[in-house]
């Protein structure tokens, strides 16, 4: 395992994070030996990462049980084995974002929390919100102050203009967000990140670029003989302003994909590079005139349809048979707030707003109809704020 400074931390931590969304369960709703397997299950996923070289763990307080779980962990395998981040909702009162720290710490059975993400400034409004006189941001310094917080973060899942924005107040030391090969808009806010010594945590990786731990044969061809988990794994790590990949293990046996090629060169090897253009140069030549390039031109949408994320989804679909994917993300669509903004497809009414921005002339509306015919299905549920 490689490690790289976490920016202004100063932490040294692993390429890989364990990121322990997927550990929880419902007390509610389980038997006594359903728990203890459950409870057994998550500190030995806690167990194989820190074999693995591991040593940083991202819980959240809206993550269930984890933050607990978490706890009987690091009672097991040791508090000095593992950086511990956890995230409090952004737009948290000054009162409740203190309240949740003192009960963080007490689930977790610790006495300082490395990293506390102000967690999902997702909007100005929730930039404003967090940074307020009594915003959640005041209670965190004031708990780094009295030593129950090392260093004081955020998570987002915004485009690069609010990351920028929110980057440059300076009250942050390292950031979560989004950025992968399929989706590269946030590419600016890396790089003002490096420039900031902001420490960058990508989120969810493997699931959001198209469910790389199981690949479409087609994928799987165009990438060989470089899996797409690895491909993208090695993408992203090849940018230095990267820190570490958030790796959602539920179980042991799911961080077994994520290692071939992680302690490879930090650049693109030639093979590796050579893939990624095979996977430009495929969906390229598969969508032809009606590729969308992901640029965000043509938003906003009136009716605020999610129109360059669904041509993400059709891209994919279209190129590599990614529509489990597809679906998946696309049926997401409405009932997300903003961790996943946006409606779906039939929300276009053919204004046509969008047409005259699109540098690729492409027929948007017509394109919003088709991929409504190629991933509709029955609406999904998101995990956590994911």
């Not at 709703?29 to 991202?58: F, P, Q, S, W, Y």
């Not at 780094?144 to 107040?169: Q, Y």
């Not at 969508?287 to 992901?294: E, S, V």
């Amino acid at each position: 395992m490689k490690y790289r400074r976490y920016g202004k931390s100063g932490l040294k931590i692993s390429v890989f994070t364990f990121g322990a969304m997927r550990i929880p369960f419902d007390e509610s709703k389980v038997t006594g030996a359903e728990r203890d397997k459950a409870e057994a299950n998550a500190v030995n996923t806690m167990r194989k990462a820190m074999e693995l070289g591991i040593n940083h763990i991202d819980t959240a307080r809206d993550y269930g049980n984890s933050e607990r779980l978490v706890g009987m962990g690091l009672k097991e395998l040791g508090r000095n084995k593992f950086y511990i981040t956890t995230k409090i909702n952004a737009v948290s009162s000054y009162d409740d974002t203190k309240r949740n720290i003192d009960e963080a710490l007490e689930k977790m059975g610790i006495d300082r929390i490395d990293i506390l993400d102000a967690h999902g400034i997702n909007t100005d409004e929730k930039l404003q919100s967090a940074t307020s006189p009594n915003g959640g941001v005041k209670a965190m310094q004031e708990a780094r102050d009295e030593g129950k917080v090392a260093h004081i973060a955020f998570s987002s899942h915004a485009g690069p203009e609010l990351l920028t924005r929110t980057l440059e107040t300076g009250l942050f030391e390292t950031v979560s967000l989004h950025y992968y090969l399929s989706y590269r808009r946030n590419a600016s806010a890396v790089d003002k990140a490096k420039e900031l010594d902001v420490g960058v945590l990508i989120l969810s990786p493997s699931e959001k670029c198209g469910m790389l731990y199981k690949p479409t044969p087609e994928l799987s061809e165009v990438c060989d003989p470089v899996t797409p988990l690895a491909l993208n794994h090695r993408w992203m790590l090849s940018n230095s302003g990267v820190s570490t990949l958030a790796i959602g293990a539920a179980n042991p046996e799911e961080f077994d994909a994520h290692m071939p090629g992680i302690d490879d060169t930090d650049e693109l090897t030639a093979e590796e590079q050579a893939a990624v253009q095979r996977w430009e140069q495929t969906e390229t030549e598969t969508l032809g005139d009606k590729r969308c390039t992901i640029c965000f031109k043509c938003m906003p949408c009136p009716e605020n349809v999610a129109i360059p994320e669904i041509l993400r989804l059709r891209n994919l679909a279209c190129a590599f048979d990614m529509t489990e994917f597809g679906k998946m993300r696309y049926n997401l669509l409405g009932d997300g707030g903003d961790w996943f903004p946006g409606e779906q497809s039939d929300k276009c009414t053919q204004c046509g707003e969008c047409l005259p921005k699109c540098p690729e002339k492409l027929d948007i509306p017509a394109l919003l109809a088709e991929t409504e015919q190629i991933l509709k299905a029955e609406p999904k549920k998101r995990l956590w704020g994911s």
